[in-house]
């Protein structure tokens, strides 16, 4: 018999030929109804150290003005290779000039692609960063230029990169199965949809954490059987204290150039560090000059509490976070991180639940900076800009490609 790998997604198995369709699936839906358009002075692509891919590199290097703006290494020590270099190793591109491309026909195709991202796991899949700001304005539908992204890899090649990726969630959900860990991928992605409002206000939250830490469930639940697990667990987690500590914790880097990035409203570019016990807000300046334009107690930033509005605002980008095979393989990465020890769906729920804190306390830091004590759409929304690009930086299995 044919080795089988189990599309957990659909609840379907997938045969060794059918794995090697030279038409795999792509996945647009993430895209559909969204629209895009650059913004002047915005440049937030231009903060992202792209690297070189081999044709590039070798073009870049045969040029001696292209050859200037190559860095051996990228501020991500796990990504090998060449990439471009940053101004002042954590400011814009080398060659960007007062926000302008310079060598914008030769960009590389990271830079062509933003704000979209090509995930593989068991399938194609592309995400829209919606850190960017031109996302949501009227102009390029993104489905069409998705299409457009990922024709431009040939049937062949994504054939060939579902297929190695393929081979890395086979063996996920065998050692999964081995430990005795194993739940379906339409299991837990099933439950975060029935656990919306819980995963959106504080009592349900502290549920999922404290299941998540301690909850036993059975191998192969079903969505609902974890669902009422998660539902009368009893709600220890202090979701404030660990809102705290893990806020401090993502501005406590050594380097500025690992520190998460914010454009505001004004297309200024923002950076925060923990200086002693204080968080500092910085100005970030093309040529990587920091000018400090404040400093917070860390303790004085509560999460805020949030309108309907805010909350509807949230549960959308749960939908969307939910759907996104990256998340997905986030998950995978840290029950095998983890050594298998918890059960999937307790991994799952945790990542998702942890990031859900993130997103509500950065959006409280920016609501308390701009005098703001309650959070709706727009301050959601705020929040989501200040945290999506990270959130598709995390470790996954699978790749983007």
Known sequence: MAPRWENQQEGTSLTEQQRDDP?????????HGRTY???????????????????????????PKL?????????????????????????????LSEKRCTIYDLRTHYCRSFPLNVFVGWRVQVNVNMSCRGVGLPGEDLTALGERLAAGYGSERLSKEVSS????????????????????????????????????????????????????????????????????????AD??????????????????????????????????????????????????????????????????????????TMREYLRTINARDCFLGHGAYLCDLEGYEYNFAQVYLGAAANNMIDLWWRASLLARLAGTDELGPREIREGVTFFDMDLLDLSTIGAFI
């Open 165 to 236: 990726a393929n081979d890395v969630f086979t063996q996920f959900i065998r050692n999964t199965r081995d430990a005795g860990v194993a739940q379906s991928f339409t299991s837990v992605r099933g439950t975060v949809e029935m656990l919306e409002d819980e995963l959106t206000e504080p009592i349900g939250l502290s549920r999922v954490m404290t299941f998540a830490e301690h909850g036993n469930p059975r191998e192969n639940s079903s969505a609902g059987d974890i669902v009422r697990r998660v539902r009368r667990t009893e709600a220890e």
């Open 23 to 31: 038409a795999p699936e792509i996945d647009l839906s993430e895209l």
């Open 37 to 63: 358009k650059c913004i002047d002075d915005c440049a937030l692509c231009c903060l992202c150290q792209p690297e070189l891919l081999p044709d590039e590199e070798r073009a870049f290097r045969a040029a």
């Open 239 to 312: 979701i404030s204290e660990r809102a705290l500590m893990d806020g401090v914790e993502l501005f406590d880097l050594p380097d500025l150039s690992l520190l998460p990035v914010y454009v505001d409203q004004e297309l200024r570019w923002k950076i925060f560090k923990l200086v002693g016990k204080e968080i500092v807000a910085y100005d970030l300046h093309e040529d990587g000059r920091t000018m400090e334009t404040c400093r917070i107690d860390p303790p004085s930033i509560d999460l805020l509490p949030m309108n309907d509005g805010g909350r509807s």
């Open 67 to 95: 050859a200037a703006g190559i860095s051996e290494s990228h501020i991500s020590p796990e990504v090998e290779g060449a990439a471009i270099g940053l101004k002042g190793r954590h400011g814009a591109c080398h060659f």
